[in-house]
């Protein structure tokens, strides 16, 4: 059974960083395609970052363009998301996930993502 687990967010006041972790389990990931999505309360989930993992590219929403970023350690899993210059419209529960065996691009549409984490929730107060 895959399992991803976040970790990292927290409670912060605008301006501040943060870091998320995604670790995996059942299996290691170190192939797939991964993303971070969010969602704050009453909203659909939203793409904020992925990566490619047999091409390296990075994607970004508009949003968090230049202010996100992802990337990953040398064995490829964990994946991080650097948040720096938060803003309380970034309030929402992250979400780790990846893609399945043999899905290389990244895709902004959640629903093309097999694996979730369950969430884990930062807060920017303003």
């Known amino acids: 059974q895959v399992q991803l687990v976040e970790s990292g967010g927290g409670l912060v006041q605008a301006g501040a960083s943060l870091r998320l972790s995604c670790a995996a389990s059942g299996r290691t990931f170190s192939g797939y395609t991964m993303g971070w999505f969010r969602q704050a309360p009453g909203k659909e989930r939203e793409f904020v970052a992925g990566?490619?993992?047999?091409?390296?590219?990075?994607y970004y929403a508009d949003t968090v363009k230049g202010r996100f970023t992802i990337h990953r350690d040398n064995a490829k899993i964990p994946v991080y998301l650097q948040m720096n210059r938060l803003k309380h419209k970034d309030t929402a529960v992250y979400y780790c996930a990846a893609r399945g065996p043999g899905e290389y691009g990244v895709a902004y549409d959640p629903d093309r993502y097999r694996y979730w984490g369950q969430g884990n929730q930062v807060t920017v107060s303003s």
């Open positions: 990566i490619n993992r047999s091409t390296g590219s990075t």
